[in-house]
């Protein structure tokens, strides 16, 4: 039998060395502040955390309230269709694909040595008409040297007439007291009947001549017509000469280029396409995404083939009406059942300062709009 005491046989405390406490009592007697204490880096870490997400959401919140946004939206420009004006044989093409040249520029040369044939003698026209003109006016002026001539003659068978007939009057008195014979009474009566014919001839001739005046200037009028007209072919030749060098309505880039040297253009036919420089943006917005969008409204672009890279503009007009309102076949929301679909309203959307990147029609873009 063991007669150690209970100290002796198992001591709970050694020398220098404080006594534990229970298992129990020490998961009683610690507090949990002293354990937020123990992890206070970790607790700052998650706090910093909570704070920055919630500010971020906050940014973001105000931001997606601010600005409207979509992804239906393309480069747009007003293409133009590259076509002859008249028929001939292409001659040159100085221009390549995707070529980027100034308003003016030559695009297509077309054999114009008919059109100079056309153009020389309408020339010839014109100046034939000129001379016929002239050889009217010279004859007006002739006409009316004949009008006073006639004129004169009349005064001249007028002064004779009242000679004549003085001197019948005269030689009546004398031959009535036998101071003259009969015969010499008679010679004096026929003279005066023949000065009575020559004044009227005289009178005849310059009615004559002045109704030819008409005459001459109905054919001076016709004459100024027939310039005219000789004058506007010139002119239509000229124009159809012009058309055989082809040049750039403004400055762009050539696209589709379909004619070479050698090939036979008719008129109307397409020889290629031109991109004008100047692009803006369509964006097909939602009709609730137009409150508070405005022109003038500031636009971030940004542009699927430049994705590093954001462009600023504003708006520039909203068209007035859905798009489906302009489209080759508009719905119609009279007939049959309706379902209310949301519409799409084209904006468009022009650069601040022309981009420095080749854009063209079609390329995808997304814009936000800053709401006013």
């Not at 696209?255 to 290629?272: C, S």
């Amino acid at each position: 039998m063991d007669q150690r005491t209970d100290s002796e046989r198992r001591p709970d405390v050694l020398p220098g060395r404080d006594a534990r406490p229970a298992i129990g009592g020490a998961r009683k007697g610690g507090s949990w502040l002293d354990r937020l204490r123990q992890r206070r880096r970790t607790v700052l870490v998650v706090t910093a955390l909570i704070v920055v997400a919630i500010a971020a959401t906050v940014v973001w919140w105000v931001n997606a309230s601010t600005y409207e946004s979509t992804d239906d939206a393309f480069i747009d420009a007003r293409t133009v269709s590259i076509s002859a004006q008249v028929s001939a044989a292409v001659v040159d093409v100085p221009v390549t694909d995707n070529q980027l040249v100034e308003a003016g520029a030559v695009l297509v040369r077309l054999d114009d040595r008919d059109f100079r044939a056309q153009v020389d003698q309408a020339k010839a026209q014109v100046d034939q008409a000129q001379a016929n003109i002239d050889n009217i006016i010279a004859q007006l002026g002739a006409q009316q040297a004949r009008i006073d001539q006639a004129d004169k003659q009349v005064e001249q068978a007028q002064a004779a007439l009242t000679f004549a007939e003085q001197q019948d009057e005269r030689y009546q008195r004398l031959v009535k007291t036998g101071a003259v014979t009969v015969e010499t009474a008679q010679q004096y009566s026929s003279g005066l009947l023949q000065a009575q014919a020559a004044l009227a001839a005289a009178q005849a001739n310059a009615v004559a001549t002045k109704k030819q005046l008409p005459v001459l200037k109905s054919q001076e009028t016709l004459s100024t017509a027939q310039l005219e007209q000789a004058r506007a072919a010139l002119e239509q030749a000229e124009t159809n000469l012009s058309r055989t060098v082809i040049t750039a309505p403004v400055a762009g880039r050539v696209a589709r280029l379909n004619t070479a040297k050698g090939t036979y253009a008719a008129v109307g036919q397409a020889l290629m396409m031109f991109v004008p420089r100047e692009v803006w943006i369509t964006a097909n917005f939602k009709e609730t995404q137009l409150n508070g969008v405005h022109p003038g409204s500031p636009v971030d672009i940004r542009i699927d083939a430049f994705p590093d890279r954001t462009f600023e503009g504003h708006v520039d007009s909203i068209q007035a009406g859905s798009g489906t309102a302009f489209s080759l076949l508009p719905t119609e929301n009279a007939t049959g059942n309706y379902v209310k679909i949301v519409q799409r309203v084209p904006v468009k959307i022009v650069f601040d300062e022309p981009p420095d990147v080749l854009l063209g029609p079609g390329m995808s873009v997304v814009p936000s709009v800053r709401k006013k």
